[in-house]
């Protein structure tokens, strides 16, 4: 099946980026509202891309969703749509196109970027216009990290405390010019990934005797990373990233039975990267819930980290990103 363009005239589109936690989100207060058990702090990636566009339209008889070019079904997206309806009080569905310019084949995390262009692009669509924590909160009934794209720079989510989620939404902590790190995304495997975050986080939950000391372990965590952002203390940062990392995984690894995403050269890239450290070139690690490593240094070290990345035995490519901008319709001006 092929798109037409004129079925796209008068749609709006919206672009978000990826983001990375520094410090991780993994578990959640209330599956059903989607709130987190605890708070995170991340940075918003300016290279990983999601563009969406949508356009309500009477004579649909159900959601249509193009991406990256083709038609697919998705009722998590017809979900998060009949909650924009009922917001903006109207019954119509909606064509939805959304592609990533990053590849997603490689198992990267798109549903951030992705329900954070969707949030915003659904909602304008619909006549609506959400305050930034207001679109926080929806993209977050999409997915727990989206919440945090809708900022540019670095971003901090809060677990709230109201049963309803209303409190549950990220802000900004400081903005994309703030400090100028690179996050250099050392791509380690191929495919899918393995354990889906909703599901592993749901187990790790119920089954794991380390989620409970992790998530008494996270605030302060968020109060050492949130501190060293605003100070630009890179050594500071470094060691609370890689901590809330390994503690987050070591809960994961725990449960029954274990999660476990690194594969043997997720590994050798946390003892390069800790060896280059040692050397004297500020640089660390962290890791999602998957295989690839995620290193972060100075602007002025990205070429020569990126080099020695990429000799590593096993390494599919390495992306380079920076601190981007907050989700944006395009045409408008970005904040
Ligand atoms: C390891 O946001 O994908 O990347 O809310 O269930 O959609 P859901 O989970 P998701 O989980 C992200 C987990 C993580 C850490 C992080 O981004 O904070």
């Known amino acids: 099946m092929t798109q037409e363009l ?87 569905f909606a064509r939805v196109k959304t592609a990533n310019d990053f590849p997603t084949a490689a198992g990267l995390a798109s549903s951030a970027s992705g329900f954070a262009a969707l949030a915003l692009a659904a909602t304008r669509a619909a006549g609506l216009s959400l305050e930034p924590h207001e679109l926080s909160i929806l993209a977050r009934l999409g997915s727990g990290s989206a919440a945090r794209s809708i900022f540019g720079g670095f971003a901090e989510m809060s677990a709230g405390q109201a049963q309803d989620g209303q409190d549950s939404f990220a802000h900004q902590l400081a903005g994309a010019d703030h400090w100028d790190l690179r996050c250099l995304v050392t791509l380690c495997a191929q495919g899918p990934k393995k354990h889906g975050s909703t599901d592993a986080m749901i187990h790790t939950a119920q089954t794991s005797p380390y989620y409970e000391p ?25 060691q609370v990233s890689e901590e809330s990392c390994l503690r987050m995984h070591a809960s994961a690894m725990a449960a029954g039975p274990g999660i476990l995403y690194w594969r043997g050269v997720t590994v050798e890239l946390m003892h390069l990267v800790r060896e280059l450290r040692a050397q004297g070139m500020p640089c660390f690690f962290t890791i999602d819930a998957g295989p690839h490593v995620k290193v972060f240094c100075l602007a002025s070290s990205a070429q020569a980290l990126e080099a020695k990345l990429r000799e590593v035995d096993g390494v599919l490519g390495v992306l380079v990103t920076h601190p981007g901008q907050g989700a944006w319709v395009e045409d408008e001006h970005a904040s």
């Open 6 to 92: 004129s079925a796209w005239r008068g749609g709006i589109t919206a672009i978000a980026h990826s983001n990375i936690a520094l410090i991780k989100y993994w578990g959640k207060r209330d599956v059903t509202l989607n709130l987190p058990a605890a708070g995170s702090i991340s940075m918003t990636l300016g290279g990983l891309n999601t563009r969406t566009t949508v356009l309500f339209d009477e004579a649909l008889r159900s959601d249509e969703l193009w991406l990256n070019g083709q038609r697919v079904d998705d009722p998590k997206m017809s979900t998060f749509l009949d909650r924009v309806r009922r917001m903006a009080g109207r019954a119509d």
């Open 214 to 238: 992790w998530i008494d372990d996270v605030p302060q965590a968020l109060d050492r990373a949130r501190a060293a952002i605003l100070s630009r203390d890179f050594d500071a940062l470094a």
